[in-house]
């Protein structure tokens, strides 16, 4: 599994089940990335690849994100969808007993999945908690905020769903749970006993048993959620632009966030890639070539940014050096992306 250096057949073919992050790779706000949705079901329909949908966001239950996806066009049902909401309720029924009262500092929807495991939800201020679940609830009142450090301080087993700093949104980025975690952290001096969602396994282990899947294909648009999730259990990552990540950050990835391959968006499960070679200090695919004093050749502009990525992590060029022979030829990332 090394980064971009990996010769694939058509991705669906090669893998088993596509492990599909939601925002910023099937859909952005309320609306489909372009041509991503047809692609996934004819893959499916022609190769039998599961469309698995693994999202950190907790706010809403598999049944409603199923049914977005389902008004997108994506042919999925509830049982395709996997939450940090469901990962975060399974692991609190590992450590607490049975009817255990469970703080929820988060949606209704993050409640039910509490209580699908044999706990009991509640925001009733006069409880003693056991436990403490926080999840991302875009209209949580500021006071919820203090009740739940009091909670904390008062012992209960604190378990995050996800901690992502920021969720993608049609205008931008905006704060995600992760925010709030950092908030409660600051008030209250303690951690979270455990985090449910990416780039932490439970949420990953919980979708590959959903489909029982051996040759699962994470896909997503964050380096530090999706692919490092992906590289912690060792299977193979496919990042996407579609999102967050932009060129700088993927030349700038650390081993531990770096992606098997890379496409513009989900679509390119329908592609075929080829290995980038390194060969003494020489980064080539196709007709790219990168060396010491930069980036010479024609042809696919999403080569380009390949062999400059490895290139940059080969130490043959800077990253500076990479986003400015992306620049001289007019490599910019796709309209829509949330960067």
């Not at 991705?11 to 088993?16: G, M, N, S, T």
């Not at 012992?155 to 205008?171: R, S």
């Not at 048993?209 to 530090?224: F, V």
Request: proline share 6%.
């Amino acid at each position: 599994m090394i980064p971009l250096q990996q010769t694939s057949n058509l991705l669906a073919k090669d893998y088993d089940a596509a492990l599909l992050d939601l925002d910023g790779v099937v859909y952005i706000g309320d609306d489909a990335v372009p041509a991503v949705i047809p692609t996934l079901n004819e893959m499916h329909q022609q190769f039998g690849i599961a469309l698995t949908c693994i999202t950190n966001n907790a706010a809403r239950s598999p049944k409603v994100v199923a049914e977005h996806l389902q008004r997108l066009g994506l042919q999925v049902t509830a049982n395709d969808v996997v939450t940090s909401g469901q990962a975060a309720a399974t692991e609190l029924a590992k450590l607490l007993p049975q009817g255990s009262d469970v703080f929820v500092l988060g949606s209704r929807d993050l409640a039910d999945e509490v209580e699908l495991v044999g706990l009991k939800p509640s925001q009733d201020p006069d409880k003693h908690y056991a436990a403490i679940v926080q999840g991302y609830w875009p209209d949580m009142p500021w006071r919820m905020l203090g009740l739940a450090s009091k909670i904390i301080n008062s012992g209960a087993l604190w378990v995050g769903t996800n901690a992502d700093w920021t969720i993608p949104t049609t205008f931008g980025t905006s704060p995600g749970n992760g925010t709030m975690i950092q908030a409660l952290k600051i008030a209250t001096g303690r951690a979270p006993a455990l985090i449910a969602g990416k780039p932490d396994s439970p949420l990953m282990y919980g979708a590959i048993d959903r489909t029982s899947a051996k040759q699962p294909l994470m896909i997503g648009d964050r380096l530090d959620t999706d692919i490092l999730a992906a590289n912690r259990i060792n299977i193979d990552s496919l990042l996407v632009f579609s999102g967050v990540t932009d060129f700088m950050e993927l030349f700038s990835a650390t081993p531990e966030l770096r992606p098997t391959y890379l496409a513009w968006d989900a679509s390119g499960i329908a592609d075929s890639h080829s290995a980038v070679s390194v060969d003494h200090g020489l980064v080539s695919l196709h007709d790219w070539r990168a060396a010491g004093d930069g980036l010479s050749g024609h042809g696919d502009a999403l080569d380009a940014i390949r062999v400059l990525a490895v290139a940059v992590w080969e130490l043959v060029i800077s990253p500076d050096q990479a986003m400015s022979a992306l620049a001289e030829r007019g490599i910019s990332l796709p309209k829509g992306a949330t960067n």
